[in-house]
Nanobody, 126 residues
Framework: QVQLVESGGGLVQAGGSLTLSCAAS????????TGWFRQAPGKEREFVAA????????AYAESVKERFTISKDNAKTTVHLQMNNLKTEDTATYYC???????????????????WGQGTQVTVSS
C-alpha cells in the first residue's frame, strides 16, 4: 500500500506562487502516474495535472496550462506542483493521487487512482 502526504498549501495573493509537494511512501515500486486534483466548496473534484513516473509525460487541465508545472523527484518519490500567477478561482483543496497500474491508453484525468492523500488547502485572495 502507498501512503501520500501533501504539503505546501497556504494563503497567497492573486498573482502569487505556491509549490505543493506530494511525498509517497510504502509500496511505491508499482507506479504509473501521480496526479493532482482539486475541489472547491460546492464544486466537483477536478483534474489539475499528472505526471508519469516512467518517461515523465505530463498532462494539464486547460485552466492551469502555462501557469502550473508538475515535476517529480524519483529519488525522493515526490511529486511537486509549481503554481504561478495564481487566481482566486484556484482556491480549493488540492489532493495528490497515485495510480499504481498501467492502464493502456486511458488519459491521465480518467485513470483509476488507487491512493489519495488527505489534501492541502490553497487559498488565493484578491
Amino acid at each position: 500500500q502507498v501512503q501520500l502526504v501533501e504539503s505546501g498549501g497556504g494563503l497567497v495573493q492573486a498573482g502569487g506562487s505556491l509549490t505543493l509537494s506530494c511525498a509517497a511512501s510504502g509500496r511505491t515500486s508499482s507506479r504509473y502516474y501521480t496526479g493532482w486534483f482539486r475541489q472547491a466548496p460546492g464544486k466537483e473534484r477536478e483534474f489539475v495535472a499528472a505526471i508519469r513516473w516512467s518517461g515523465g509525460d505530463t498532462a494539464y487541465a486547460e485552466s492551469v496550462k502555462e501557469r502550473f508545472t508538475i515535476s517529480k523527484d524519483n529519488a525522493k518519490t515526490t511529486v511537486h506542483l509549481q503554481m504561478n500567477n495564481l487566481k482566486t478561482e484556484d482556491t480549493a483543496t488540492y489532493y495528490c493521487a497515485w495510480s499504481s497500474l498501467h492502464q493502456g491508453h486511458v488519459a491521465p484525468p480518467n485513470l483509476e487512482y488507487d491512493t489519495w492523500g488527505q489534501g492541502t488547502q490553497v487559498t488565493v485572495s484578491s
